[in-house]
């Protein structure tokens, strides 16, 4: 197994990161709070010219015809910004599934051509989740009905907001009603469909967990740097070190349990689950610490809304209860370590039967 990044994946990623770091702040999340959507049509537009809309759509239907393993950094330098923009969702969730549908109803592939060019938006709704993200701004939304998926227009439903932990996050309950005319898939068929979808968006929101916890150490390690007390900076204080290199210890061990459970969504789907939750469970974990201990290092200057450290430790606590919890992510670990014909070692992870 050999799920090393190519250059082109890596200098792709280096450059939507310096893109969203240019145009994603804490003060332009903070005007987004104000807004009247909470999302910038400006930043969207500019994510669509760099084809990140269309990255997983096939060529056939516009897009640039890659895959998961492609996406994985980018979705990943999204944490790290703390985007608002459902991109990653977009991106990594809805177009694939859409991509899966083609050959099962028609109407998919006009929105993934529509979605490829950013002319309409979708969101997606999953029984792993109790609210919809960003369905005020969708014109679509794929939404689930025990091993159902169904597609309606957003005229067709009755959204409710919902409060979040994060002020940039978008929730809604969504109330509707399943007919022929907006089934798509059900079944055995559908089972799969959605237990892929699922996969696919808990890689997405680990790589954005490992992003968030790269940031809230980078930006904790500067700020012990620069606040001083009685004459020379907090970070020469040893516990503070010792705080931030737990961090950095945790972030290295999910980056290598992240970028193998992308590449085998990728490459073996249908093994993906054990995978998928050990990466969902190490970024959590990562994120999560990270968040515990900066706001110990920054001390009470951390407790304050005017601190940029809440936009990020607030977004890690809302994305580690998505797209599945981490008893629901523990027990299907449980369920592979306890499978005696489970392939556990050294020789099944790097060797030829991996």
């Known amino acids: 197994m050999d799920f090393t990044f190519t250059e082109d994946q890596l200098l792709f990623a280096e450059s939507i990161k310096d893109f969203l770091q240019n145009e994603v702040t804490p003060e332009s999340i903070r005007e987004s709070w104000d ?32 895959r998961e ?133 808990a890689v997405g929101t680990a790589a954005q967990l490992l992003g968030l916890s790269e940031k809230m150490v980078e930006m904790t390690v500067q700020y012990t740097q620069d606040r001083e007390q009685f004459g020379k900076p907090i970070g020469t204080n040893q516990a503070l070190k010792h705080h931030m290199a737990n961090c950095a210890v945790k972030n290295e061990f999910a980056k290598a349990v992240l970028h193998r459970a992308a590449y085998t969504v990728t490459e073996k789907p249908v093994h993906g689950d054990f995978a998928v939750s050990h990466a969902k469970l190490a970024a959590g974990e990562a994120a999560n610490l990270a968040a515990k201990n900066s706001i110990q290092c920054y001390g009470a200057m951390g407790y304050t809304w005017e601190c940029d450290l809440h936009i990020f430790m607030k977004r890690a606590w809302a994305l580690d209860k998505f797209w599945g919890h981490s008893g629901f992510h523990k027990y299907r670990l449980h369920q592979w370590l306890m499978n005696p014909n489970a392939k556990i070692g050294a020789e099944m992870t790097f060797g030829e039967q991996a």
């Open 35 to 66: 807004s009247e959507t909470g999302r910038s049509q400006d930043l969207w537009n500019k994510m669509v010219e760099l084809g990140l809309t269309g990255m997983l759509v096939p060529e056939a239907q516009g897009g640039l015809g890659m």
């Open 69 to 201: 393993i492609d996406f994985v950094l980018i979705a990943q330098e999204c944490g790290r910004v703390a985007l608002p923009e459902p991109i990653v969702d977009t991106a990594m969730v809805v177009t694939p599934l859409l991509k899966d549908l083609v050959d099962k109803d028609p109407r998919c592939v006009s929105l993934l051509e529509k979605v490829a060019t950013g002319e309409t938006k979708v969101a997606i709704g999953h029984a792993a989740n109790d609210l919809v993200s960003d369905a005020h701004i969708a014109d679509y939304l794929l939404l689930t009905q025990g091993h159902q998926i169904h597609l309606l227009a957003k005229a067709d439903v009755d959204l409710e907001a919902q409060q979040s932990v994060d002020p940039s996050r978008k929730l809604f309950a969504v109330k509707w009603e399943a007919n022929d005319e907006t089934l798509l898939i059900n079944g055995s068929d559908g089972v799969g469909l959605l237990a892929a979808t699922l996969n696919r968006a």
